[in-house]
């Protein structure tokens, strides 16, 4: 056993070593198939829908909540994906031209220390970023597949509408977007536009998009415990070509979403030191 | 060092800084990476509430005065899922936390362990890989 999975276990085993008491936690999730020891089978089959679809259903995790995932190097329950703060990790600096507009955005941000993070201020984390910072549950129905996403500020949700309809001229730009999706096989594939200047796409390096985003997410479900989830960058206000990144999610087996909000924010409030945000300038027209 | 021992203090050590962790704020903003800080001192107060829990201590420094921190953990949702309930720390409990200093020199600071009666616990806080 190396070492890095030694100290993998030794994590996990303290970390599940502690008792969790609360209701939504540590309840086994009806309809997993199991090991002969009551664990969940993450290597299970992919489960399908009566249509013959891969079941994307569960809640889902970039992060670790089995020791199995945890010696891969996933970061653990509790922390943060690393796309959260990169989402580039792993690719290139040449895979990645940002346009003049989106490194002036970039370079006051990062210069004002990151406070202007519009997370920081619980507003919605935006997409793809959201995947990235917390838990979310996927809900396919016959002509919408919902996303409902926790994180420790708020609470989001998504309609990926799969009844045939287009992406719409939207007027109202928003955090989340407008989504649709589609089959490719096995891989059910989300288009997402609407998105709003101001967005971030990740929290370290402070990366913009503009209205123009177009975005899509690939997931393949490859096994009870595991999705593969491509996302695109299509954004030629703020990026000269489009980028991909590719990552995976976690099943949370056995744990269901919590409530988060913005309880305790006055509180966090009170110990920052900050002027106000200066206006971000507006990505080039039209909008 | 024996084995045992250095996958102890590796563990603790992606337990309480290797993790990029939930941040819902920009940790440079508030905590001043350079001014790391070990407190000791008796819990009076626990404000456990997302998106960040805080966790209040009396401290005696080497003359005996008294001065009451406050620490930021994590949300009560990272701490839940870390093994924490709202009643782990409860007043009267003398824990060591293991944080960073509030840049305004207050008696602040973010807490990324806290030690009680032996145990190490993650605090889920917004230390780490954060900005």
Request: glycine share 8%; with cysteine.
């Amino acid at each position: 056993m190396s070492t890095r999975t030694l100290c993998a276990s030794v994590t996990v085993t303290l970390l599940l070593s502690i008792t969790a008491h609360a209701q939504w936690l540590n309840y086994p999730t009806p309809g997993i198939p199991r090991l002969p020891d009551g664990k969940p089978n993450l290597k299970a089959p992919v489960p399908r829908t009566a249509d013959g679809k891969p079941d994307l259903s569960g809640v889902w995790d970039s992060r670790c909540y089995s020791e199995e995932c945890a010696q891969t190097g996933a970061p653990l329950a509790g922390g943060a994906s690393p796309l959260f703060m990169d989402l580039a990790q792993g690719l290139k600096a040449s895979d990645i031209e940002l346009t003049p507009w989106a490194a002036a955005v970039q370079a006051q941000r990062v210069s004002r220390d990151h406070v202007d993070d519009p997370f920081g201020y619980c507003l919605l984390p935006g997409v793809p970023r959201i995947n990235f910072i917390g838990t979310l549950k996927i809900i396919p129905t016959a002509r919408v597949t919902v996303f409902l996403y926790e994180t420790a500020a708020n609470l989001a949700f998504r309609q990926v509408f799969t009844d045939g309809r287009s992406l719409p001229e939207v007027t109202e730009h928003t955090w989340m977007g407008y989504s649709i999706g589609r089959w490719e096989g096995d891989t059910f594939v989300v288009e997402t536009t609407g998105l709003k200047d101001g967005g971030w796409l990740d929290t370290l390096k402070a990366r913009p998009h503009s209205d123009a985003l177009r975005l899509a997410e690939r997931f393949r479900r490859t096994d009870v415990g595991h999705m593969e989830l491509t996302v695109t960058i299509n954004d030629p206000k703020a990026y000269s070509k489009p980028w991909t990144v590719r990552t995976a999610l976690n099943l949370a087996a056995d744990m269901e979403l919590l409530e988060g909000s913005c309880d305790n924010h006055d509180k966090s409030m009170e110990h920052r030191r900050m002027t106000p945000p200066p206006p971000e300038p507006p990505s080039p027209g039209p909008h | 060092m024996n084995t045992k021992v250095l996958v102890v203090v590796l563990a603790a050590g992606v337990l309480a800084g290797a993790l990029p962790v939930s941040a819902h704020h920009s940790f440079s903003a508030e905590f001043d990476a350079k001014q790391p800080v070990t407190l000791t001192g008796t819990v009076t107060k626990v404000e456990w509430a997302n998106p960040h829990a805080w966790l209040y201590i009396d401290v005696k420094d080497d003359s005996g005065k008294v001065s009451n921190w406050g620490l930021e953990l994590g949300g009560p949702n990272a701490l839940m899922r870390l093994g924490w309930s709202r009643n782990s720390l409860k007043p009267g409990d003398v824990i060591t936390a293991e944080g960073t200093r509030a840049k305004d020199g207050s008696n602040v600071a973010n807490a990324r362990s806290i030690l009680l009666n032996g145990k190490k616990m993650f605090a889920g806080s917004s230390q780490g890989a954060t900005p």
